[in-house]
């Protein structure tokens, strides 16, 4: 009697590829005929991580209306998804648009799951290691312990997240420990405001609301804000003197906290030294803050304590609210000092 054995195989699942390779050395089992069926999702599906986003510059255009506040909070809820964006209305009200997108069956609460779907066979598996990853556990024994798996199991899981674009993982050293996050920011908002709320989201979805009105600038806002900043120093300056940039490494690169004797507090986010330059970035620490003389000359004065602003050392500053006219003059004294609004975040 012949025996016919079919598989269902996936080549980016690096636990399937396991199983195939142990087969593969006992060899074919006599009277038994092996045939390997390849299922695959839709090719758009494969790779959401590749989806090119809409840029902060992007939604300014797009709700000139708004505050740059509530552009901010949109934009990081979003993570400019365009099948999430399309959602927004420039007629309505930030509120009225934030409630909008955090109903039941709204692209932001269904376009997630969709996207699992069509990746994996059991999204359900995957789904615990990403939300955990949302909550701030970025290395692999921390996630592995958070939700009970073996380190080597929980290694094979993120790895199918990489190759599907929904995880990218960090390393200081290239023989060090990575740290592993999400790619874009809806999926973070996704899990801290939909994962565990869906039965919520129909009783009581003011209460979703409310709950993201509360936390949506530590979560997820000021994050997702950082990380435009980080693309466009990434994006616009790729000179020689701004290849220091490339020595950033996310959840390595320590920020540098420093308090003049006036009590005024200064925190510099990145700081990159290789020889005689030096380069200096602050984020926005509130959607709320202002740059004015005052600010803007603490940290002019802690930046000139590691050289000049000619050539020696670079600031970045950063601001979801305009310039002073005094900051955007000084920017136009020091060769290397820029001053960059969230308008001019186009990546």
Not at 6 to 15: M, Q, V
Not at 74 to 88: C, F, Q, S, W, Y
Not at 117 to 132: A, C, I, K, V
Request: with cysteine.
């Amino acid at each position: 009697m012949l025996h016919l054995l079919i598989l269902d195989t996936d080549a980016e699942n690096e636990a399937y590829n396991s199983f195939y390779k142990a087969l593969d050395d006992v060899g074919e089992p006599k009277h038994t005929n092996i045939a390997y069926v390849v299922t695959e999702a839709p090719r758009m599906m494969h790779k959401p991580g590749n989806i090119t986003p809409r840029s902060l510059a992007d939604y300014i255009k797009s709700f000139p209306t708004f505050d740059r506040s509530a552009i901010v909070r949109l934009h990081g809820l979003t993570g400019g998804i365009p099948a999430v964006a399309k959602e927004l209305d420039a007629a309505l009200s930030y509120e009225d648009n934030l409630k909008k997108i955090l109903q039941h069956g709204s692209a932001f609460s269904s376009l997630l799951p969709k996207i699992l779907t069509g990746l994996f066979r059991s999204p359900e598996s995957y789904q615990p290691l990403m939300y955990q990853i949302a909550l701030g556990k970025h290395r692999l024994s921390e996630i592995a312990k958070a939700i009970g798996f073996p380190n080597n199991k929980c290694g094979k899981y993120l790895e199918a997240l990489i190759k599907a674009g929904l995880v990218y993982a960090e390393k200081e050293k290239p023989n060090g420990y990575a740290r592993y996050y999400l790619t874009n920011s809806y999926l973070d908002s996704w899990y801290h405001y939909i994962y565990q709320n869906q039965t919520l989201q129909i009783v009581n979805p003011q209460a979703i609301y409310d709950r993201v009105v509360e936390s949506i600038d530590k979560l997820v806002a000021i994050p997702a804000l950082h990380e435009s900043c980080i693309r466009y120093v990434f994006n616009q300056f790729n000179k020689d003197r701004y290849l220091l940039f490339n020595h950033y490494t996310k959840g390595f690169t320590k920020p540098l906290h420093l308090k003049h004797i006036s009590g005024f507090k200064l925190t510099f986010d990145c700081v990159i030294r290789k020889g005689y330059r030096t380069l200096l970035c602050v984020f926005p620490r509130s959607v709320d803050e202002k740059y004015t003389k005052k600010e803007m000359d603490y940290y002019i004065n802690a930046a000139l304590t590691y050289g000049t602003l000619d050539d020696d050392v670079t600031l970045f500053v950063f601001s979801v609210n305009r310039f002073s006219d005094w900051c955007v003059h000084q920017a136009s004294l020091f060769p290397q000092l820029f001053c960059v609004p969230i308008e001019r975040l186009k990546y």
